[in-house]
Structure formats: C-alpha cells, structure tokens
C-alpha cells in the first residue's frame, strides 16, 4: 500500500512510529513498512522471529527472537537524534516493554535524510520488496518522541491516538472503502491499495 510522501520525516531528530501486527511468518525476512530514498531510510522490518527498524541503509537496530506467529503484537519505534549512542537514539518496544539491549549495524544518525520517495505499508519501497505478509492495524505516525503509555495501556487493544496530534494515523478499514485507506492524522495522506482487493479487509484486529 502506498501512502504517499510524508515531509515530516525529511531531516528530522525525532519521530515514533506505532503499529499492530499479527504474523504469519516469523522466519523470513519481511518488509513491513517504510520509506527508502538511496542512501537513507526508515523502515520496520522482521526476520527469524526479530523485529527490527532502520535509520540509514546500513545502521540499524534489532530485538532478540522474540516474535512468535498468530499473535497480535503492538511494535512502537522511538527516534530521537538529540541524544547520543544508537541505544538512546533507537528504542524498540514491544507490547509495552522496551527491548534491551538491541543488537545495531553501523551509527544510527544524529538526522534523518530527505526523501522523496513514498512511504509504503506492506513493504518499504527496496527493490526486493519482501513483502510483509501477515496482519496490520492502526499504524500512526509522529514528529515527536511519545510517551509509550500513550500508545499502549496493557489492555492488548489499541488506545485512542486522537489527542496525541499524529502526523499520519492509518486505521486500517475502519470506515474505509476500498481501494483508500484514510490517513486520519493531520497529513491527510489517504493510502491506496495496490494488487490487493476489498477481501482484504479482515474483522481479527487486535
């Protein structure tokens, strides 16, 4: 799914990116959202039960096998490039819980890059797309580090992001008509489904 260009992630020191993911697939590699423009990047993805985001194309961060199939997780990435160290700058948390320590390739950046390519759900926009094959809900996006009690309240349902001023808040068929997934945040960038149908609109949610 394409979501369009998101400027406020151009040369930016702080963002946070929230979703709900079920898998399907633990074991391969799986690009489950992001935008690339050569060289910089900001990408979730999974591989042999890890979860991991990229902040560069070659600095990363990524959690120990932890990610099992068939279960509903909500993943919460933190940026922020004010402070010093990839374990400052990066953060992974999941179901609530931050992941550490976090295993890092390369320097994880003091800025993003600029881009100018879209930002995808599903995939990442690379040229291998290995696209991401399970579950998705209620993606969001924020310029701002926030607070992970606000994204996530212990009770294994999404909390309401309505007051929270994101960027991009993707809910992922609630009240959408196919093939447009409405961006509710204050970007407006209403995603579109590519090779995909209305069947694609399933009722498990998290």
Same mark, same amino acid.
């Given at each position: 799914?394409?979501?369009?260009?998101?400027?406020?992630?151009?040369?930016?020191?702080?963002?946070?990116?929230?979703?709900?993911?079920?898998?399907?697939?633990?074991?391969?590699? $799986?690009?489950?959202?992001?935008?690339?423009?050569?060289?910089?990047?900001?990408?979730?993805?999974? #591989?042999? +039960? $890890?979860?991991?985001?990229?902040?560069?194309?070659?600095?990363?961060?990524?959690?120990?096998?932890?990610?099992?199939?068939?279960?509903?997780?909500?993943?919460?990435?933190? =940026?922020?490039?004010? @402070?010093? +160290?990839?374990?400052?700058? @990066?953060?992974?948390?999941?179901?609530?819980? $931050?992941?550490?320590?976090?295993? #890092?390739?390369?320097?994880?950046?003091?800025?993003?890059?600029?881009?100018?390519?879209?930002?995808?759900?599903?995939?990442?926009? #690379?040229?291998?797309?290995?696209? =991401?094959?399970? @579950?998705?809900?209620?993606?969001?996006?924020?310029?701002?580090?926030?607070?992970?009690?606000?994204?996530?309240?212990?009770? +294994?349902?999404?909390?309401?992001?309505?007051?929270?001023?994101?960027?991009?808040?993707?809910?992922?068929?609630?009240?959408?008509? =196919?093939?447009?997934?409405?961006?509710?945040?204050?970007? +407006?960038?209403?995603?579109?489904?590519?090779?995909?149908?209305?069947?694609?609109?399933?009722?498990?949610?998290?």
């Amino acid at each position: 799914m394409t979501c369009g260009y998101i400027p406020e992630l151009n040369s930016t020191q702080t963002f946070t990116i929230s979703t709900w993911l079920k898998f399907d697939d633990v074991a391969t590699t $799986q690009r489950i959202l992001g935008q690339i423009s050569n060289p910089y990047a900001i990408t979730i993805f999974s #591989f042999g +039960g $890890q979860i991991g985001a990229t902040l560069a194309g070659a600095a990363y961060g990524y959690t120990s096998a932890i990610l099992s199939i068939n279960t509903w997780y909500h993943i919460a990435v933190f =940026y922020d490039g004010t @402070l010093t +160290g990839n374990p400052n700058r @990066l953060k992974i948390y999941v179901d609530g819980t $931050q992941q550490t320590p976090l295993s #890092f390739s390369g320097t994880i950046p003091a800025t993003t890059g600029v881009f100018v390519n879209p930002f995808y759900l599903g995939t990442d926009g #690379f040229t291998t797309p290995n696209y =991401y094959g399970g @579950l998705i809900d209620e993606v969001s996006i924020f310029d701002k580090v926030v607070d992970i009690a606000d994204l996530w309240d212990g009770s +294994g349902s999404p909390t309401n992001l309505i007051c929270l001023d994101a960027i991009s808040w993707w809910r992922m068929g609630d009240g959408d008509t =196919y093939p447009t997934i409405t961006d509710n945040g204050s970007d +407006g960038n209403d995603g579109t489904m590519v090779a995909m149908s209305a069947a694609n609109f399933v009722l498990d949610v998290p």
